[in-house]
């Protein structure tokens, strides 16, 4: 009887919930890593990094999701900077992505 009873009991325990991973928040990020401007885009990119890990405790995770940044260089050249935000919006789908230049697209761009 004790042994029906466990049984029984076993089946109502609570189970765990096992939830699919999410998928990673995506950051785009345009700066001009080369040419004239390239101290100024490589500040950018070191600023935006230490923010996200401060603002993250060092985890570079929000919400139990990790965060991915991948950046373009521009090279200084508004053409450049324009057909790699293009690409930025074609190639995949972006939580947000952001650049320097608000005449080339709108900032911050979100999905």
């Given at each position: 009887m004790v042994?029906?009873?466990m049984v029984a009991l076993a089946g109502c325990a609570p189970r765990a919930v096992v939830t699919p991973p999410q998928p990673p928040i995506r950051?785009?990020?345009l700066a001009s890593l080369s040419g004239a401007l390239q101290d100024y885009g490589q500040q950018m990119r070191r600023g935006f990094e230490l923010g996200l890990k401060y603002a993250t405790d060092g985890t570079?995770?929000?919400a139990g999701r990790k965060i991915e940044v991948i950046w373009e260089d521009t090279t200084t050249v508004p053409d450049v900077a324009r057909e790699r935000a293009k690409n930025?919006?074609?190639?995949?789908?972006w939580t947000f992505w952001s650049d320097r230049h608000p005449r080339l697209m709108p900032w911050p761009y979100c999905r």
């Open positions: 042994l029906a009873l950051i785009g990020a570079m995770e929000v930025f919006s074609n190639k995949t789908r």
